[in-house]
T-cell receptor, first 111, second 113 residues
Framework: RKEVEQDPGPFNVPEGATVAFNCTYS??????FFWYRQDCRKEPKLLMS???SGNEDGRFTAQLNRASQYISLLIRDSKLSDSATYLC????????????FGKGTTLSVSS | GAGVSQSPRYKVAKRGQDVALRCDPI?????LFWYQQALGQGPEFLTY????????KSGLPSDRFFAERPEGSVSTLKIQRTQQEDSAVYLC???????????FGNGTRLTVT
């Protein structure tokens, strides 16, 4: 079983739609969690950290469920510019040196 | 520099050749990571440096892979006797402290023919 699993998609949605991605992780001792965004043929960039209490950044909401070992990302009012691959990332140690990336979920927003 | 810089941007090697990939992290960043990203996959951890010390090399797939960061800034990832399965994008990332977010370079796309 992969350490971090995501539905690869693609998710094809119209502008303005709300879309949600889920991610599951296998190591219950995982320390911290992130969503990264990767545009085609570009490097990954941090989108947001994921906190136990859930957190929001504009149109983006991240949730963590430690009991079920899953992380979610909700995007409201999708924009064309949201089209990218979203990588779920789990850190296995407190030092932050053991980041495990999922394969990513591809989102395509169309007009 | 403003960001993490990697060179070359693209590298084509014949099977069996040795290659060297360079990473210039953000100035002052203590932590440096190398990742390998195959097509359609997420980045996979290769190795981690804290300053000049290589603290974790558990992700290096074979002894053909070697990384160094002798002065705690620029790092080089060397792959000896390249094989076709080595074809991937090699990403370097740095951070000021280990729990800070990673800043990735734009990668070196290695194609082994």
């Amino acid at each position: 079983r992969k350490e971090v699993e995501q539905d690869p998609g693609p998710f094809n949605v119209p502008e303005g739609a709300t879309v949600a991605f889920n991610c599951t992780y296998s190591n219950s001792a995982s320390q911290s969690f992130f969503w990264y965004r990767q545009d085609c043929r570009k490097e990954p960039k941090l989108l947001m950290s994921v906190y136990s209490s859930g957190n929001e950044d504009g149109r983006f909401t991240a949730q963590l469920n430690r009991a079920s070992q899953y992380i979610s990302l909700l995007i409201r009012d999708s924009k064309l510019s949201d089209s990218a691959t979203y990588l779920c990332v789990v850190n296995l140690n407190q030092a932050g040196t053991a980041l495990i990336f999922g394969k990513g979920t591809t989102l395509s927003v169309s007009s | 520099g403003a960001g993490v810089s990697q060179s070359p941007r693209y590298k084509v090697a014949k099977r069996g050749q040795d290659v060297a990939l360079r990473c210039d992290p953000i100035s002052g960043h203590v932590s440096l990571f190398w990742y390998q990203q195959a097509l359609g996959q997420g980045p996979e951890f290769l190795t981690y440096f804290q300053n000049e010390a290589q603290l974790d090399k558990s992700g290096l797939p074979s002894d053909r892979f070697f990384a160094e960061r002798p002065e705690g800034s620029v790092s080089t990832l060397k792959i000896q006797r390249t094989q076709q399965e080595d074809s991937a994008v090699y990403l370097c990332a740095s951070s000021s402290i280990t729990t800070d977010s990673l800043h990735f370079g734009n990668g070196t796309r290695l194609t082994v023919t």
